[in-house]
């Protein structure tokens, strides 16, 4: 089962229901060449055989031995009493053999199976949970590798490890991280993984925008991410004006005529500008048609996450009241996205920041003027360093505001 999508919850420690392991019996994790097996989520033991002799009916009688009568056999020739139910234990597609030994991993495995179809059924799903399930699996794919000789189990084994990583470090991101090990935790809007695809588009944009100024590559990111996953999107009035402002009818007429963007057969570009919400104007980008070779591998949830992301970017309240236009609004997303955790731009290590000549590329300036944007993004508590571009790269730090909206290198 793989590492699936989530909101927040807190992480527990393996084995913290100590309870729970105490009252098993001690034969019950026996594996060959002594030792016990113990899973922390392993039921206790409780019936007739796990109380002490004195406690048992008959104690003090001469005990006779009896033979035990075979199961019966249930319909279709399961026998009766597999699990105690007459269930196959069943976990990762894999039937749980009824005679494997130590009876703890039998037991865990089963139980294991259970646990995550039961997480299958959750109507809100919880990553740290579902972390913990991953590195029970791994732990007991491991041992049944060991006591089987089994390559694949010790695959999927190392496969579980991996999503149980993964899958705790999208609830860190989801949740916030601490900002420089103190302070408040920060609510990340995108994933790590999640900001990987917003570069990846960041990189379409820059390529690929069939016009030069900056106003038409603020409207081809927008509408690209709108367009993203069908070549089909929905736009209104509202997000064209607040994306272009007055030049919005011009861009929008100029991508339609080159032939890089399509409106319904009916509707103009002053139409789409007075298009509402509950009746948007449907574009179309043939070149991201599925019928075209894909630039992107994103889903649908990964898709609408980046929109909102973009929108919470380019419609900045601070930027707005700037009056930034959309060169400065070009250089926040790309700012936003190439950073770090703690908000400062570019990788660690000696190349820290930002190519210039990239980030000119892409906000469709020339490299000199991309210092008189960055003071535009310091007047509006954007960035809360003095931009530095000596040495053709750009540095500087997003303001604490702006950390949630961190791409997370």
């Known amino acids: 089962m793989s590492a699936g999508t989530g909101d927040r919850g807190g992480l527990f420690a393996d084995g913290a229901d100590s309870g729970r392991t105490d009252r098993g019996r001690p034969d019950r994790g026996a594996v060959p060449g002594g030792g016990t097996v113990m899973f922390s989520d392993a039921p206790g033991c ?27 056999p249930r319909p279709g020739g399961v026998p009766a009493g597999h699990l105690g139910a007459g269930r196959w234990g069943k976990v990762a597609q894999r039937i749980v053999p009824d005679d494997l030994q130590p009876d703890a991993l039998r037991l865990e495995l089963t139980e294991l199976g259970d646990a995550f179809r039961a997480y299958q059924r959750r109507t809100e799903p919880d990553l740290a949970v579902l972390a913990e399930l991953h590195d029970r699996k791994a732990r007991a794919f491991a041992l049944w590798a060991d006591v089987t000789g089994d390559a694949s189990l010790r695959e999927e084994a190392d496969r579980a490890a991996t999503a149980a990583r993964t899958t705790r470090e999208m609830d860190v991101n989801r949740r916030g991280i601490p900002v420089d090990g103190e302070g408040p935790v920060v609510e990340r809007l995108l994933t790590r993984g999640q900001g990987v695809h917003a570069r990846r588009v960041l990189e379409h944009v820059r390529a690929g925008s069939p016009l030069p100024e900056a106003e038409a590559r603020l409207a081809v990111l927008m509408l690209t991410l709108r367009a993203a996953r069908a070549g089909t999107g929905n736009v209104t009035g509202q997000d064209l004006i607040g994306w272009l402002q007055g030049d919005a009818e011009r861009v929008l007429q100029q991508l339609v005529d080159v032939g890089w963007l399509r409106l319904p057969e009916d509707v103009s570009a002053d139409d789409a500008l007075t298009s509402r919400p509950e009746e948007p104007t449907q574009v179309t980008v043939p070149t991201l048609l599925p019928t075209e070779p894909r630039p992107f591998s994103f889903g649908k949830v990964t898709r609408a996450r980046l929109s909102g992301w973009a929108q ?98």
Request: proline content about 7%.
């Open 46 to 72: 409780g019936g007739p055989s796990a109380a002490p002799a004195s406690a048992r009916p008959g104690a003090g009688a001469a005990s006779v031995p009896r033979a035990r009568p075979a199961p019966r």
């Open 312 to 409: 919470k970017v380019v419609g900045d309240r601070k930027l707005r009241k700037k009056k930034a236009g959309a060169a400065t609004r070009l250089l926040a997303v790309y700012t936003a996205a190439h950073s770090r955790p703690d908000g400062r731009l570019g990788g660690a290590g000696e190349d820290v920041g930002l190519a210039l000549d990239t980030v000119a590329s892409f906000c469709a300036v020339r490299p000199e003027d991309v210092a008189e944007h960055a003071g535009v993004l310091i007047a509006a508590g954007w960035l809360v360093e003095e931009a530095d571009t000596a040495g053709g790269r750009l540095r500087g730090r997003l303001a604490e505001r702006v950390l949630p909206l961190s791409g997370l290198l």
